[in-house]
Every structure is written in structure tokens, then in C-alpha cells.
């Protein structure tokens, strides 16, 4: 019975402070997960509005960064193909930009060391546009660009 | 909960590539239905993979990664039977995790 009593007053003590901490601003409902998710980023509209929100300065062309596997022209907007890889040292993530669509940023990869700083993935294309590799290795910033035509766009359905 | 991922992890030399192939719908938030409504976006936001516990790849996507997306990352280490962990975080805060053995 006493132990019965403990769990009670255990379980009561934690949900006490769960509900401290969310009165506090600290754990706003359906925001809990997605904490790390960097919003202003994604929603900016412009290069330099994205680089102020993802904290980093201009970015310095960078023959290092290079696309792999990426079409120079893509038939459909709604599945572009984008690799890209570093050889920058340390290099510490990657982002992919497109420079057309409604909000540029499309997607950030953290790159733990270890892991090799080469990612692909797919994305969507509104029109032909530049997209834009944007690497950041030992706190600097470095951009490459190529051109993708897209002869049917993938945003508006 | 949304369906399973495809998850495959090969030993390439002394790395270990990964490629997964998730399903969801990534809705961007910019189309509208028959009745001229937005759809709201509804899209992957957060995806972290490990391996052994420690984390190989983390990422944010937006709203632009396309439709059942794909991805493919390589990383030093891994042996045949070691367990690859990918998790994805939602905007309407699902998840799923699954994991696949390296091969």
C-alpha cells in the first residue's frame, strides 16, 4: 500500500512539473517535436533572408561543391533529383536552395563526422531555376549553383 | 501512422550507404482543392538516421523535398548485422521509426 502511494505521488510530481514547464513557454503543444525545425529558414523568400535566418554570412563560390546525379534538365517538376557533394574539410551541412520556388530553402543535412558530406534526395520544382548547393564547413559558408530546366512544374498540381 | 519506410543499408568497402525511401504525402501548402481552399501543408520536417546509437544524419526538410521522398547518405563504419535507425517528425507532429539490418 505504501508503495502504491509512492507511484501516486511520483507520478503526480511529474506532471506537475510538465505543466510547470508548458505554462512557462517552454513546451508549446504541437511544437514540442518539431523544437529543431528552423521555421524562419523555411519560410524566408530570399537568398539572403534564408543565409541571415540559417546564421551564416555571404557565401564564398566554391569549385569543391558539386553536383552528382542531377539533371540539367528535368521532365518533371515534381521529382528533381539533387545530389550533392563536398570536399570541403569539416564541412558540417549541406543545404539545397531553389532559387524559384516559393520559399527558396528545401531542405538542410546536418553531417555528423564520419558521415561523408555527399547526400541525395528528390525535390520539387515549381519552374527552371538555379539551384544552389550551400555548404557550411568549419563555420564558413560556400555556395555552388547549376542550372535546371523543368518543362513540367511540380508546385500547383 | 503512416505506412513503413524502405530502408536499405549495404557495406560499400568500409562504409556503409544507406537509402530510404519514405511514404508521405508532403503536401507544400500552396495548392488549392476543387473549391479553391488551400491544402494545408503537411510535410516531413525532421529526419534523423543512427546507427549504434549514435546519430549519422540529421535533417530539416520543407515543404519542397517531393512526394514520397528519397534519400541516400553514406558513413564510415558499420558492420554486416549492425542495425541503421531512421526517424521521421511530421508537421502535424507524426511520427515513424524504422529500422533496417546492413547488409
Redesign the interface.
Known amino acids: 500500500m505504501n508503495q502504491r502511494r509512492r507511484e501516486i505521488l511520483k507520478a503526480g510530481g511529474s506532471v506537475t512539473l510538465l505543466t510547470l514547464v508548458a505554462a512557462a513557454g517552454w513546451l508549446r503543444p504541437?511544437e514540442?517535436?518539431?523544437a529543431?525545425?528552423?521555421k524562419a529558414a523555411?519560410e524566408s523568400k530570399s537568398m539572403d533572408e534564408t543565409l541571415k535566418a540559417l546564421g551564416g554570412g555571404a557565401p564564398v563560390a566554391s569549385k569543391d561543391i558539386t553536383f552528382v546525379s542531377t539533371p540539367d534538365i528535368a521532365e518533371n517538376g515534381?521529382?528533381?533529383?539533387v545530389g550533392v557533394s563536398s570536399t570541403i574539410p569539416k564541412t558540417e551541412s549541406i543545404a539545397i536552395l531553389?532559387e524559384k520556388?516559393?520559399?527558396m530553402?528545401?531542405?538542410?543535412?546536418?553531417?555528423?563526422a564520419?558521415?561523408?558530406p555527399?547526400?541525395?534526395?528528390?525535390?520539387?520544382?515549381g519552374q527552371s531555376s538555379n539551384v544552389y548547393a550551400l555548404v557550411k564547413a568549419d563555420g564558413k559558408y560556400y555556395v555552388t549553383s547549376k542550372e535546371i530546366k523543368v518543362t513540367l512544374g511540380?508546385?500547383?498540381? | 501512422m503512416a505506412d513503413p519506410m524502405k530502408i536499405r543499408a549495404t557495406l560499400v568497402g568500409d562504409s556503409t550507404e544507406v537509402k530510404v525511401l519514405m511514404s508521405h504525402e508532403m503536401e507544400t501548402g500552396q495548392r488549392k482543392d476543387a473549391q479553391g481552399k488551400t491544402i494545408p501543408a503537411w510535410h516531413i520536417q525532421n529526419v534523423t538516421a543512427t546507427w549504434n546509437g549514435k546519430t549519422v544524419l540529421s535533417a530539416q526538410w520543407g515543404p519542397a523535398v517531393s512526394k514520397h521522398p528519397f534519400m541516400s547518405f553514406k558513413f564510415k563504419g558499420g558492420a554486416k548485422g549492425d542495425k541503421v535507425q531512421i526517424t521521421w517528425i511530421d508537421n502535424k507532429g507524426d511520427k515513424r521509426t524504422d529500422e533496417a539490418v546492413i547488409g
Open positions: 504541437g514540442a517535436n518539431a529543431d525545425w528552423n523555411f515534381a521529382v528533381v533529383p531553389i520556388n516559393p520559399n530553402l528545401a531542405a538542410t543535412f546536418d553531417i555528423p564520419g558521415t561523408e555527399s547526400i541525395s534526395t528528390r525535390v520539387k520544382m511540380g508546385c500547383g498540381g
